[in-house]
């Protein structure tokens, strides 16, 4: 059982560089959710969706785009990276309906924005 | 109005002891409180949630105590063992913006 699945694990983008940020799951839920991790800041939503078809805005959504396809699929894009981008970003699933609960969390992809 | 206030930001506890660690809100219309465990270099794991028509909730050694006139809620974990060395994140759900928040985290080491 793979469950949320991240790629890649590390990347180093230069100023201004672009990157896609992949998530797979393969529990059927319809909830995904992209979180970025800072030292003592918690996580902060960056975008969520609850199904194909249907995103919204999180907390902090500036400087992404985030699409979503397929059930299973919830890439996360940087355009123009910046410094201020360098964090751990977390994507996750839920399997019940009323959203937010129950979150499966992916192993994280490390991001330095130089 | 949307934060969640976790205290203290680290924690030392030895091997038997009882660590605790508290979370405080604002916004009466949060209607799900979950605690997240997260290992070094994992994705945070749900531990243990509770709902605001029960003070307490205990999962093993993990209890949620809920005190909804305050506004507060804890982790209490029993008999604390080395393999609870972990960050730990309190979260709240709901209000306007029905959304998860976390906390800053909890840095727990337990020292065998």
């Known amino acids: 059982n793979a469950g949320v699945t991240q790629t890649p694990k590390f990347r180093i983008l230069k100023i201004g560089q672009s990157m896609t940020l992949q998530c797979a799951q393969d529990m059927n839920h319809n909830y995904m959710y992209w979180y970025r991790q800072d030292p003592g800041m918690g996580l902060k939503l960056i975008y969520y969706s609850v199904g194909a078809g249907i995103t919204d805005k999180g907390e902090v959504p500036n400087g992404y785009n985030v699409s979503r396809s397929t059930t299973e699929d919830f890439p996360l894009r940087l355009e123009l990276a910046a410094p201020s981008q360098t964090s751990v970003y977390f994507c996750a699933s839920s399997p019940v309906t009323g959203g937010f609960e129950k979150l499966f969390f992916g192993s994280g992809t490390q991001l330095s924005v130089l | ?112």
């Open chain 2, 1 to 112: 109005q949307q934060q969640v206030k976790q205290s203290p930001q680290s924690l030392i506890v030895q091997k038997g002891g009882i660590s605790i660690i508290n979370c405080a809100y604002e916004n009466t219309a949060f209607d799900y409180f979950p605690w997240y465990q997260q290992f070094p270099g994992k994705g945070p794991a749900l531990l243990i949630a509770i709902r605001p028509d029960v003070s307490e909730k205990k999962e093993g050694r993990f209890t949620i105590s809920f005190n909804k006139s305050a506004k507060q809620f804890s982790l209490h974990i029993m008999d604390s063992q080395p393999g609870d060395s972990a960050t730990y994140f309190c979260a709240a759900r709901g209000g306007a913006t029905n959304k998860l928040i976390f906390g800053t985290g909890t840095l727990l080491a337990v020292q065998p």
